[in-house]
């Protein structure tokens, strides 16, 4: 089943499952994709290098749920240009849930090669031997040759006839990371209890939309079979004042969090929508154990903030403009604080002091990990917007982590 790219019904890309596509030119892992959606989703010729720029294309595809397959240029391009494409290949793996590697069996260096280095990003991957079908018989020798040399398991498939596809999709279901599983409120609410989630409308929320953190959470609870009722901060004290007990829980917008704070019952849970996607999408605990840093910025430190989102800024935006206020008022005028957003990110943030991150909903999980431990492997505290406001007003302790 094919899904518009940005349809309102439609599970948000950074949500799927991530299937990136790696091999030579015209082995044909443009035919693979079509075989595996039973459409024709990628353009397949027998010119090779057909496939220039990695193409994303969401799918639904059983056993596995709403999928990203990604189709990139041959790795074993070649001059300037081929060498650009295989560098933008290069970066899918950042990006990458499950890998396959697809090969005719002719080669196997340039394979090796790359399940080295899918193996050192930690990204799961299957071998597939494609155009089998050109084969009178599989040779047992060639799949364990080919097994040994990549490590991995091999499927015998052919694109042109359909053969071993289901076994190919069997295969990559057990390859899902754990997380695909995980809820986006954890432990912190249940089937039964009662959530209130606080949700100020402003320029940044499109009229007539919420935004997406607000849709995923109210999904989550619907499916745990909560309850969950929805107020803006002016009117929850009359949300609250309607409900014959306090909610178990209060989740909302982290820019209000002393606002609720103060007006919450005693014993209801506070979180906030992203300080639930820093732990869906990131390391909670490093974000918590890195916002201490906060403490020991000087006017001579240098933040960088990076959002996911490339919308153009409006007025008040809160990555943009305040956090950075913010910062600036408790350190001082002189702080250096950079932005970046989408996919632009140093190589090397050493340079910095903190980075800030948002709570990364338009990205999938393993692209905001493989940040998370470039800070962490360069030695640079990184933290979450939600947990920076909620640090820099004195109640993260307060604050309910799922």
């Not at 391009?77 to 990006?95: H, P």
Request: glycine content about 8%; aromatic content about 4%.
């Amino acid at each position: 089943m094919v899904e518009k790219e940005n349809s309102l019904n439609g599970t948000p890309r950074s949500e799927r499952l991530h299937i990136a596509l790696f091999g030579r030119r015209n082995v044909g892992k443009s035919s693979l994709i079509n075989a595996l959606t039973g459409q024709q989703t990628a353009l397949v010729s027998d010119v090779p290098g057909t496939t220039t720029d990695p193409v994303s294309k969401s799918m639904e595809i059983l056993p596995l749920g709403p999928c990203v397959l990604i189709d990139t240029a041959g790795f074993d391009d070649s001059g300037k240009v081929g060498d650009l494409r295989t560098e933008r290949t290069r970066e899918v793996i950042k990006q990458t849930d499950i890998a396959i590697i697809v090969t005719d069996g002719t080669s196997l260096d340039d394979e090796s090669a790359w399940a080295g280095l899918l193996k050192q990003a930690n990204v799961p991957y299957v071998t597939v031997l494609n155009k089998v079908d050109l084969l009178n018989e599989v040779p047992s020798t060639l799949l364990a040759d080919i097994a040994k040399r990549l490590n991995c398991d091999v499927i015998a498939v052919s694109a042109l006839q359909g053969t071993g596809l289901g076994l190919l999709r069997k295969t990559l279901a057990g390859l899902m990371p754990e997380n695909e599983k995980q809820s986006l409120t954890g432990n912190l609410a249940k089937a039964g209890d009662t959530v209130l989630l606080v949700m100020p409308q402003d320029p940044q929320a499109p009229k007539g939309r919420l935004i997406l953190p607000q849709v995923q959470t109210l999904r989550d609870l619907i499916d745990k079979g909560c309850i969950a009722i929805c107020c803006t901060t002016q009117d929850m004290d009359q949300a609250l004042a309607s409900l014959r007990e306090p909610p178990h829980l209060i989740i909302t917008d982290s820019q209000v969090f002393d606002i609720v704070e103060q007006k919450k019952p005693q014993e209801t849970l506070l979180t906030s929508f992203s300080v639930l996607m820093a732990a869906h999408k990131g390391d909670i605990q490093y974000f918590v154990e890195s916002a201490p840093a906060i403490n020991r910025l000087t006017e001579e430190s240098r933040v960088l903030i990076a959002e996911a989102c490339t919308h153009a800024p409006l007025a008040e935006d809160i990555g943009r403009e305040k956090i950075p206020r913010l910062l600036r008022k408790r350190v001082g005028e002189k702080l250096t604080v950079d932005i970046v957003a989408g996919k632009d990110f140093p190589d090397d943030v050493r340079g910095y002091d903190l980075v800030i991150h948002c709570g990364g909903c338009m990205f999938n999980r393993r692209f905001m990990l493989q940040r998370v431990e470039q800070c962490r492997a360069q030695g640079v505290p990184m933290t979450n917007y939600g947990i920076t406001i909620a640090h820099i007003k004195g109640i993260l302790g307060k604050v309910s982590l799922p």
